[in-house]
């Protein structure tokens, strides 16, 4: 594999800053300061090499998998939803985040994300890594979550626990196929009082995503389809609070982030259409350019209060939640015959679609200890409204005239009142947690444009169990048993239709259903080392992303729809171990699935699937600071709904320093070593076969630097919890 000239200057460069550096530091005597520091870190020189008590990047329990942040050379310059992609068992489906190929409810500081989706992918790329102390992926997560999602991945941001004033400043380049770059500043001011912090980060890339496709619509039609897409970002991401101790028992706070994001698109989309006897049949070339600005914030709000010295708590929390974006674009059709020559006019299209979301939420949560254990129990209220506009136009002569077929106004409200109560006891050996969740539902879908009315009301029981029974201090068996909710995002109810290309639309459902799992699990984990878990999973009213022919076209339409049922099995076995006296740590998965989805009305027959899974990190540690990182993960052939997908994988290598006296830190990493990620998946559906291969930019070469400053040397006296039960993530939109 050749590297091109811009990852080459940056690898001398980070050597020849790294090698500088060293030399450095080798020249200065040590001070009280560092001596401190390496203490601090617990650290010892055994035979040349540092071995560090840090925690490792990914650390496994029954039901829970941790990814620590600082611990990763490969992280540091990258951001948060790269960082998932790297935990074993997770992976990507059209934007769509899977684990073990379940759906995920993500969470940020234990507060729902609200967003799916494109507009979740968007936020976690715009939350850098180096802001993220740890990500937490419960696989049983308990009745006081809520019953969205089969697993709930809780993204905990930085936030210092020392006494004093100290700051944290992060900048980084980068370059894959196009330059890039990002910074950061978090500060924290903490007293016996008052915890006082603030960041703010930005982030400036292009990236790029290739796309080819080959569908037959019948015995005599192919077409041919290759769309090229360059997306050139600028993210601006803030977070502050504020947490006050009002006395030894009551404790407020109040925290506010938010991102701003602009997105410049540009997209070449050319189809051929073939005539399988006869050749080429036509041309049609579509050129987007467009617009996409996004003002997120999200505000909580909380009260906590120690009722009594024995455990008695409770928590209140109000949130808001506001998502507005403006998407505007400008589109032009040209359509050739087989030579190549236009035989009809330009088609210009544009579109104006705002869109806003605003959510509500109070919660409140009480905890009673009981002996060898506790009671917990709460109640939720959450009102959320979206109002999505998508305002198109076509070119007649030399006025815009609107265009009825492609332009709706829709709103959608959801009410969600929830309330729980689950009981965690330890018995001897046993420890038992069970729990019942309880949720009515009610939801609106209104087309203002066509007129039509979509209401819907619900009241679900969500009962949940685990059991898990200590035979000796190595070895821990469990089992349990949970329903779960998989609600749809709010946009997918939305009827209008999104022009892509001639023959290539994307449409919303609006007579779209969620659907539900019964969840059993079964766990053994010995020595903290072998983690095996084995999960079963039966799912109704699957949903899954769709194709179906335009009736009286030869228009393929994209949607989301319910298929009738799924079966799914799953086996993952991770090993954890530190070779060489803890030279060496690494951390090993292996994982297997068989799954079966059956829709006789809309699949040609019942599909079944068998595939695995492997994810492998490696951290080294050396004395003077130096550590560094292997890591990589390969996914076999796996049919998910209607779409098969070919075997993925990826490698990623990082080095890192530890410079100014333990202050700083630079770090250079490759992502994608090898440029191999890519997606390549069939789809058989209602009709429709398609072939489709997906190449998103994703090798890229990074240079970040890190510098901590203040006072940090002096510990607090706790550390408080605030976050309760979380809510939906689901606002994603086209």
């Known amino acids: 594999m050749k590297l091109n000239q811009p990852i ?108 799916s989706g494109q507009e979740l992918k968007a936020l976690l790329t715009a939350t850098p890594a180096g802001g993220v102390e740890k990500v937490e992926i419960l696989t049983t997560p308990p009745a006081r979550y809520d019953a969205q999602g089969d697993v709930v991945i809780n993204i905990k941001l930085v936030k210092n626990k020392n006494f004093g004033t100290n700051a944290t400043l992060t900048a980084g380049a980068g370059w894959g196929n196009y330059g890039r770059y990002n910074g950061g500043v978090l500060a924290n001011h903490r007293n016996k009082k008052v915890n006082a912090y603030a960041s703010y980060d930005l982030l400036q890339n292009t990236l790029y995503n290739k796309t080819d496709l080959r569908r037959t619509m ?35 706070g109040v925290m506010a982030r938010g991102l701003l994001l602009y997105r410049d698109r540009n997209s070449t989309n050319q189809v051929v259409k073939d005539n399988i006897h006869n050749g080429i049949d036509s041309f049609s070339r ?48 040209i359509y050739s015959d087989e030579n190549g020559l236009a035989y009809q006019p ?41 109002d999505n506009n998508a305002g198109w136009e076509f070119l007649d002569g030399n006025n815009w005239k609107t265009d009825v ?103 919303g459902n609006p007579a779209i259903r969620p659907s539900f799992s019964d969840n059993i699990g079964l766990s053994h ?43 799914q099995l799953s086996l993952s076995v991770s090993y954890m171990e530190q070779l060489f006296k803890g030279k060496w740590s690494m951390t090993n998965t292996i994982g297997a699935v068989y799954a079966g989805i059956s829709d006789p009305d809309g699949l040609d027959k019942k599909t079944t699937t068998t595939g ?12 003077q600071g130096w550590t560094a990182e292997v890591s990589g993960s390969y996914f076999s052939a796996l049919t998910v709904g209607v779409m098969h997908f070919r075997p993925q994988g990826s490698l990623n290598i990082g080095v890192s320093k530890a410079i100014l ?26 009709g429709v076969t398609s072939a489709a291969g997906v190449k998103p930019e994703t090798r890229a070469a990074r240079l970040t630097f890190t510098w901590k400053f203040g006072n940090k040397n002096v510990k607090a006296g706790k550390t408080r919890r605030t976050g309760i039960e979380e809510e939906k993530q689901r606002t994603g939109s086209n």
């Open 8 to 115: 080459c200057c940056l690898l001398l460069i980070a050597g020849l800053t790294m090698a500088l550096c060293t030399r450095v530091q080798a020249q200065q005597p040590l001070s009280k300061d560092s001596v401190v520091a390496a203490a601090a870190d617990s650290a010892k020189v055994m035979n040349g090499i540092t071995i560090s008590s840090k925690k490792e990047f990914i650390e496994q329990g029954a039901g829970k998998i941790t990814l620590n942040m600082a611990a990763s050379p490969v992280a540091a310059g990258g951001n948060a939803y790269e960082a998932l992609l790297r935990a074993p068992g997770m992976f990507e489906q059209q934007d769509n985040l899977q684990f073990r190929g379940k759906s995920v409810l993500v969470l940020i500081n234990g507060r729902p994300s609200n967003l």
């Open 218 to 252: 019948d015995a005599q039609t192919l077409i041919r389809e290759s769309d090229f897409t360059s997306y050139k970002r600028f993210n601006h991401s803030y977070r502050a609070g504020v947490d006050y101790e009002i006395d030894k028992s009551a404790t407020a």
């Open 286 to 333: 579509v050129f987007t350019g467009g617009r996409t600005s996004v003002n997120n914030i999200s505000v909580n709000a909380y009260y906590t209060k120690q009722l009594n010295s024995k455990g008695k708590e409770l928590t209140v929390n109000a949130d808001y939640f506001s998502y507005d974006k403006s998407w505007k674009d400008q589109v032009s059709t």
């Open 346 to 386: 330009e088609y210009l299209l544009r579109n104006n679609s705002p869109s806003s979301i605003t959510i509500y939420g109070l919660s409140a949560d009480y905890t009673h200890p009981v002996k060898e254990g506790k009671i917990t129990a709460g109640l939720k209220t959450s009102i959320n409204r979206s």
């Open 405 to 507: 077929l492609r332009s709706n106004h829709f709103i959608y409200q959801e009410n969600i009142y929830a309330g729980y109560v689950s009981l965690n006891k330890k018995i001897k050996k046993w420890s038992l947690e069970t729990g019942l969740r309880a949720e009515y539902t009610f939801t609106e879908g209104n087309s203002r444009t066509l007129g039509q009315k979509n209401s819907n009301r619900y009241f679900k029981l969500f009962p949940s169990a685990a059991v898990q029974y200590q035979l000796s201090q190595d070895q821990q068996f469990g089992v349990s048993y949970r329903r779960k909710i998989n609600r749809f995002g709010f946009d997918v109810m939305n009827p209008f239709t999104t022009y892509v290309s001639q023959y290539s639309y994307i449409q």
């Open 525 to 567: 984990t010995y020595k903290n080392k072998l983690v095996t878990s084995i999960d079963y999973s039966h799912i109704s009213d699957v949903l899954a992303p769709v194709f179906k022919k335009d009736p009286g076209s030869e228009v393929v339409i994209s949607t989301q729809d319910n298929l009738r049922r799924a079966g």
């Open 612 to 623: 695995a899974y492997l994810n492998m990190t490696n951290l080294l540690t050396f004395k």
């Open 661 to 686: 006296k333990n202050n700083g830190r630079l770090t250079f990493n490759i992502t994608d070593l090898l440029n191999v990620q890519e997606y390549h998946y069939t789809v058989s559906s209602f």
